[in-house]
């Protein structure tokens, strides 16, 4: 099986990549294989170790060029949001995936609710922000280089 299918997204990311031009979607789905998030047997995220999320905080505050106390306060600047969806798609998607409940306490004790709309946020800047998906797929190839020397 190939294309969409055979990455098997979850549900709603499933809904949103349907709305998108064929294009766009085998995009998506070559970025999710690269990245290794889905392993491609059973299309669930790759069986790997947790990373900490104390580590994905100060990483991703490094590469936004922002403060740890300003990621993890509660102001809603643009840059912040994008930061912060950051690091939930890296807690969500490299290794195993850390709950949402556990992202939501590191993130300054959000509710998970609001964590799995910046997930949500997250794909889709995967999608659309070149930058964005720069910026996920050098942090996935770290990782998982890091993983395979370990």
């Not at 069986?47 to 809603?76: K, Q």
């Amino acid at each position: 099986m190939t294309g969409l299918a055979a990455v098997r997204a979850p549900f709603w990311q499933r809904d949103r990549m349907a709305r998108l031009p064929q294009t766009i979607r085998r995009d998506a789905v070559s970025i999710e294989q690269r990245s290794g998030a889905w392993c491609q047997t059973c299309g669930k995220a790759a069986h790997l170790a947790p990373i900490a999320p104390d580590i994905v905080l100060a990483l991703t505050a490094r590469r936004f060029g922002i403060t740890l106390d300003s990621l993890l306060s509660h102001r809603r600047a643009e840059q912040l949001v994008v930061a912060r969806a950051f690091a939930v798609w890296a807690l969500r998607s490299l290794g195993q995936a850390t709950s949402y409940p556990a992202i939501g306490r590191a993130l300054g004790g959000r509710d998970h609710t609001t964590i799995i709309n910046l997930h949500q946020k997250a794909i889709w800047l995967r999608l659309s922000d070149t930058t964005f998906r720069r910026h996920s797929e050098e942090l996935a190839a770290r990782f998982y280089a890091l993983r395979e020397h370990t």
